[in-house]
Every structure is written in structure tokens, then in C-alpha cells.
């Protein structure tokens, strides 16, 4: 077992040139693009369907953009770690441009479906980019500085996602909400073409093509399953059982044949780092409480609350703005001390605390009570979000640092769908249920259909079925949160295993035998 990675490059005396700031600036529109997109599309949805049409296909708007990214991720971190992080980055910015502006393009719902496809293959290589370059440029101990930056974009993407794409789509039009894409996608683009230089990488290793195929078929199988099951079919159905067999088939031959690649898509040996293992098993409980969290409590707010679906973004203020100050003082702590254990523990810990709070929420809970409730939740995801990263990169080797950063990234978003999807379908049963119970024959004709009704089906319910509706709502909350807060415990159980080994490259260092030669340093010019 090994935690002690090569020591990467860094400036003398720990402190990051103008011009860095300048690439990281980049970094974060790049990052923006990959997260804000899926929201500002989700508000002009409705108007794309009454313009193109295909109603029945309109989930596969979401779910080709969501396999593509997933299922790109890996790859996109080997390509990175084979032939060089700054080609394969821009490479996935143009690529997700050219999917923006073809989908912004396009004239009916199957070219649309389409060009969302190579909208996510883009967006796969975007947040894993990221990750690895600011991996590059800056050793873990200074990294820690940069968390409130990252914390900071994800928490603008989640309350400004639905206020720009309303805004977007009702002034200019829903094919805006992909063209807005382009001017940013520009500016990332060239300010990291002329400012950003990495040492250039040529590997003649060929690319692990099985491996890439196995691994693509198991994350497109998985993914299929959270977004199909509960929904489209049964999750006891036969196409559901078909998928999960294939996934496992697949993921089974793929981690035997990385055993024999010459050059695996994911080289195993990165998990003999128990510190890399937990950081991946706490970044799947983070993206599965997280994202099932920001599904449910607009949900919560507009039908038990009634709050306007409008600003549902800033509905989520309390939870993202404690997550935003967390990390931030997280990141600090991290860089002046080197100690970053007691922030999974504490994480995990708030998360739980944060979880089972919600779970309490039934229709007399106010606004205030649930937004102190959020910010316990948001406390702990702030201790999580870039710590998690940061452990999981501190404890692999520089050559493996994309692998790294692509691995923890699919974890999280492996996370986010299986959490939509068991505590989707744990409310939409529950909800289901109550409604029967409170509402008799017309609650349940209610949610035949579905379980989560707009503000516009709400206000033409009879007052009756509209409490029942409201109280099964709470029911479902309720449900959904307490599995959310059981999950957290793994999480706090894998923090208690993390090692803690010191963060490299900050402050004065003695020299000793496991120090490893500097590698090249990255070169940035100045600006």
C-alpha cells in the first residue's frame, strides 16, 4: 500500500504567478460550462418540446448529454495522462462548443437528442481537465487556497442555472441557452492557448480500446439503469434485469482485462492507495446526497411551502452558501496546517446530522427552519466537495494524476445517479402512497402519471386533494432524507480510515530519501 506520490512542481516559496491566476480563471469558466449547462436547459424545456415537438423522447434530452459525460470521463483522463493535459482539454472545450452550437442548431427532437450526445462528450473532458491541470500547476498544499473558487462556481451554476436560462429562453429564445455557451467557451479557450504550458507528453503505448469499450458499456448500463428504473420500467422489469446483467458482465471483463492492458484505461494499482479508495467511496455518498438533495428541497418548497418555481435556484441559497464558506475556510485551514483529516470526519458527520434534520420537515415546517437545516447539510458538503479531490490526487503518483482526477469525478457522478434514482423512486412511492391514503380515487388518478407536479397542476387541484398532495410531499421528503442520512454513515465510516499523509510542495521541505527528483515544472507565461 502506497500514499506518497511523486512531489509535483511548484514555484518557489509555495506562491502562484499572476499569469497562473489567469489560467485558473479559465479553468473555472471550462468548469462552469460542464455544470451550468444541464440547468440553464432544464427551465427551457418546456418551450423547446412545444417548438420541436417529441414529447415522448424528451427525458433522452438529459440522458444523452448525462451518458456521454459519464461514460467519456475515464478516457478523457487517460488521454490526458498519455499525450499531455493541455491538447486533450482544448480538445474537449471544441468538442463541447461544436455539441452547443449544433444543438442550438437543431430542428427536431432526434437531432437534438444527437447533438446533446456530443455536447456531453465534450463536457466529460471539461471537469476532468479541471482538476488535473490545477493538479498540475499547483502542489496540494497550495491547493487547498483555490477550493472556495471551485465551491464557489458550483454553488453560482446551481442558483444561477434556472434565473439565466428562464431569462435566456423567455428574451432570446431556447436556442440561446445553448449559444450562450460559445462566447464562454471562447474566452477559456484562448486564454489557456496562449497563457497555459505543460510539459508535452507522447506516449507510444496504443490506447487500451477494449478496455475503453468494457468500461463504456458498464457506466452507459448503470447510468441506464438509475434513469430508466421506477420510470420507464419496473425495476423488476426484464429490460431493467438485461441492463444490470450486461453492466455487471461488463465491468467484471473490464476489470480483468486492466489486469492484462498494456496501458489500462484505469490502472488498478491506483486503489492500493487506501487513501484514494475511501476518497472514492466518500465522493459516491457526496454526489448521491448531494444531488438527490437538490432535486427534493425545491420540490418540498414549491408544493408543501409555496415558494415560486421561478427562483427554485435560490431556493438552495442557505445550503450552497454554507457550502461555499466551508470550503473556503477548509481550503485554508488545509494550506496553513497540512492536516485535512478532521475535515471528512466533520463533513460526514455535519452531512448526517444535516440529512436527518430535513427528514423531519412536514407541512408546518417554515421556511426559516428549513433553510437552517439546509445550511447544516451545506456545512458538511463544503468539507467534502474539494477535500475529497485534493486527498485523492495527493495520494497517486503525477503520472496517474488524470486517471486520478477522471476516477473521482465518475464516483461523484455515479453517485448523483444513483441517489436520483433510490431516493426518486423511495418519494414517488411514498408519495404515491399518501395520496392514496389522504386523497382516496382522485389522489391517486393525481399522481398516476407522476408524483412531481408543477405550480400549474397544483393550483387546479381540489383543496382537498391539494393538502393531501401537500402532506405526501413531506411524506416522500421525509423518506427520501432519512435514506440519504443512513447512506451518510458509510461515508463518515470511510473518513474514519483516511491516513493522513503529509500534503506536498508547501514551505520549506526536508530532504530524505523519499523524496522523489522534481518533475518538470509547468510553464505559464506571463501576461
Not at 477522471?406 to 433510490?422: D, E, K, M, Q, Y
Not at 461515508?491 to 530519501?513: D, S
Amino acid at each position: 500500500m502506497t500514499d506518497t506520490p511523486d512531489t509535483p512542481a511548484a514555484d518557489a516559496g509555495g506562491k502562484q504567478p499572476r499569469s497562473v491566476r489567469v489560467v485558473l480563471l479559465a479553468l473555472m469558466i471550462a468548469m462552469m460550462l460542464a455544470m451550468l449547462d444541464n440547468m440553464i436547459i432544464g427551465t427551457a424545456m418546456p418551450t423547446i418540446v412545444g417548438e420541436l415537438g417529441g414529447l415522448e423522447h424528451l427525458s433522452w434530452v438529459v440522458t444523452a448529454y448525462t451518458l456521454a459525460t459519464a461514460a467519456s470521463t475515464p478516457l478523457w483522463g487517460k488521454l490526458g495522462d498519455m499525450y499531455g493535459r493541455k491538447g486533450t482539454f482544448l480538445s474537449s472545450i471544441v468538442i463541447f462548443l461544436i455539441g452547443s452550437a449544433l444543438s442550438g442548431m437543431a430542428q427536431n427532437m432526434g437531432e437534438l437528442i444527437g447533438f446533446r450526445a456530443v455536447q456531453g462528450l465534450g463536457a466529460g473532458g471539461l471537469m476532468v481537465g479541471v482538476m488535473a491541470i490545477i493538479g498540475d500547476l499547483i502542489p496540494p498544499r497550495e491547493r487547498g487556497k483555490y477550493q472556495g473558487m471551485m465551491a464557489g462556481v458550483m454553488a453560482l451554476a446551481m442558483i444561477g442555472g434556472p434565473l439565466v436560462g428562464g431569462t435566456i429562453t423567455d428574451n432570446w429564445g431556447w436556442r440561446w441557452a445553448f449559444y450562450i455557451n460559445l462566447p464562454l467557451g471562447v474566452v477559456a479557450l484562448v486564454a489557456v492557448t496562449a497563457v497555459l504550458h505543460l510539459p508535452k507528453k507522447r506516449s507510444k503505448a496504443r490506447i487500451d480500446y477494449l478496455g475503453a469499450a468494457l468500461l463504456t458499456v458498464g457506466i452507459t448500463a448503470i447510468v441506464l439503469v438509475t434513469t430508466w428504473g421506477g420510470t420507464e420500467y419496473a425495476w423488476s422489469s426484464a429490460r431493467i434485469m438485461e441492463l444490470i446483467g450486461i453492466g455487471v458482465a461488463a465491468l467484471v471483463g473490464f476489470m480483468f482485462w486492466q489486469t492484462r492492458a498494456a496501458e489500462p484505461v484505469v490502472p488498478l494499482h491506483i486503489f492500493r492507495s487506501l487513501n484514494f479508495t475511501l476518497m472514492s467511496v466518500i465522493g459516491f455518498i457526496t454526489g448521491f446526497v448531494m444531488f438527490g438533495a437538490t432535486l427534493f428541497l425545491p420540490l418540498y418548497q414549491q408544493a408543501v411551502q409555496g415558494a415560486s418555481a421561478t427562483n427554485s435556484g435560490l431556493l438552495l441559497l442557505p445550503m450552497l452558501g454554507a457550502m461555499l464558506v466551508t470550503s473556503m475556510v477548509a481550503g485554508r485551514v488545509t494550506t496553513n496546517t497540512g492536516k485535512y483529516k478532521v475535515f471528512p470526519v466533520l463533513g460526514s458527520a455535519l452531512m448526517i446530522v444535516g440529512l436527518y434534520l430535513l427528514s423531519t420537515m412536514d407541512t408546518g415546517t417554515s421556511r426559516v427552519t428549513s433553510g437552517i437545516f439546509m445550511a447544516v447539510v451545506g456545512l458538511g458538503m463544503g468539507c467534502l466537495m474539494q477535500i475529497t479531490m485534493l486527498v485523492a490526487q495527493n495520494s497517486v503518483e503525477m503520472r496517474d494524476m488524470g486517471v486520478a482526477s477522471s476516477s473521482t469525478t465518475l464516483f461523484r457522478t455515479l453517485g448523483s445517479s444513483f441517489g436520483v434514482a433510490i431516493m426518486g423512486a423511495l418519494f414517488n412511492h411514498r408519495v404515491q402512497d399518501v395520496m392514496a391514503e389522504r386523497g382516496g380515487a382522485l389522489g391517486s388518478k393525481v399522481t398516476e402519471q407522476s408524483a412531481q407536479l408543477d405550480a400549474k397542476s397544483l393550483e387546479k387541484l381540489p383543496v382537498l386533494v391539494r393538502e393531501a398532495y401537500q402532506h405526501a410531499v413531506s411524506a416522500g421528503t421525509h423518506s427520501a432524507f432519512l435514506l440519504g442520512a443512513v447512506v451518510a454513515v458509510v461515508a463518515l465510516a470511510a473518513a474514519v480510515f483516511v491516513k493522513e499523509v503529509p500534503l506536498k510542495g508547501a514551505g520549506p521541505k526536508e530532504a530524505g530519501p523519499t523524496d522523489a527528483p522534481a518533475a518538470q515544472p509547468p510553464v505559464v507565461e506571463a501576461v
